[in-house]
């Protein structure tokens, strides 16, 4: 699905054969775009902040995220991350290959 909504931008810091390394950045109202997790991550945030969260199953959920508090997600997810805050979001994405 396409939208009007600005890009976020991946910036990758490591991609090899065991481990990938991205920090996503976002600014007000940016997505990712709809993308499905091939493989278990962790993601860190980077600053405090709020995004949006379109699952593939049509449910929509907010997440109120902290600097550097961590958190895991297995493969499969499939969803569009949409910032939600009002100030520019980064977050540390880890792919565990």
Same mark, same amino acid.
């Given at each position: 699905?396409?939208?009007?909504?600005?890009q976020?931008?991946?910036? %990758? +810091?490591?991609?090899?054969?065991?481990i990938?390394?991205? +920090? @996503?950045?976002f %600014?007000p109202g940016?997505?990712? $775009? @709809?993308?499905?997790?091939?493989f &278990?991550?962790?993601v %860190?945030p980077?600053? &405090? $902040?709020r995004?949006?969260?379109?699952?593939?199953?049509g449910?929509t959920?907010?997440?109120?995220l902290r600097?550097h +508090?961590?958190?895991?997600?297995?493969? $499969?997810v499939?969803?569009n %991350?949409?910032n939600?805050?009002?100030?520019t979001f980064?977050?540390?994405e880890i792919?565990?290959?």
């Open positions: 699905m396409t939208t009007l909504r600005p976020a931008v991946p910036m %990758v +810091q490591i991609d090899n054969s065991r990938s390394v991205t +920090q @996503w950045n %600014v940016a997505e990712t $775009g @709809w993308h499905r997790h091939e &278990d991550y962790v %860190v980077q600053s &405090d $902040g995004l949006k969260i379109e699952a593939a199953d449910k959920t907010i997440s109120e600097a +508090q961590s958190y895991y997600r297995a493969a $499969g499939e969803h %991350v949409i939600d805050s009002l100030v980064a977050f540390v792919e565990i290959k």
